[in-house]
């Protein structure tokens, strides 16, 4: 099993910026790649950015944060960021770090944090 904490959400004005982490724990050797996805009120959960496990690390973005938002990790500390700049209102929403782990060889589970609130406002 892998367990996923979030911090570093909360107020932000338009324009400013916000910093997430989630720090995995458990079964972390397991874990083929972390990534943060958002839901706002009234629409479906979206993945945000992603990025896999390994030397070289490879990214990838939602077309709405490309340029905004990067996603960064420390592998030594299990621990995945999200660096959000230039906040914009349709930034606000729940957001949820998650991890890709293998069960077995080849057979992934899923594992969700208990998401951290992001509101930015004008």
């Known amino acids: 099993q892998v367990q996923l904490v979030e911090s570093g959400g909360g107020l932000a004005q338009v324009g400013g910026s916000l910093r997430l982490s989630c720090v995995a724990s458990?079964?972390?050797?397991?874990?083929?790649?972390m990534g943060w996805y958002r839901q706002a009120p009234g629409k479906q959960r979206e993945l945000v950015a992603s990025?896999?496990?390994?030397?070289?690390?490879?990214?990838n973005y939602t077309d709405s944060v490309k340029g905004r938002f990067t996603i960064s990790r420390d592998g030594a500390k299990n621990t995945v960021f999200l660096q959000m700049n230039t906040l914009k209102p349709e930034d606000t929403a729940v957001y949820y770090c998650?991890?890709?782990?293998?069960?077995?060889?080849?057979?992934?589970?899923?594992?969700w944090g208990q998401g951290t609130q992001v509101t930015v406002s004008s």
């Open positions: 458990g079964s972390t050797f397991s874990i083929r790649a």
């Open positions: 990025i896999t496990r390994g030397g070289s690390a490879s990214t």
């Open positions: 998650t991890a890709d782990w293998e069960v077995v060889r080849g057979i992934l589970n899923h594992s």
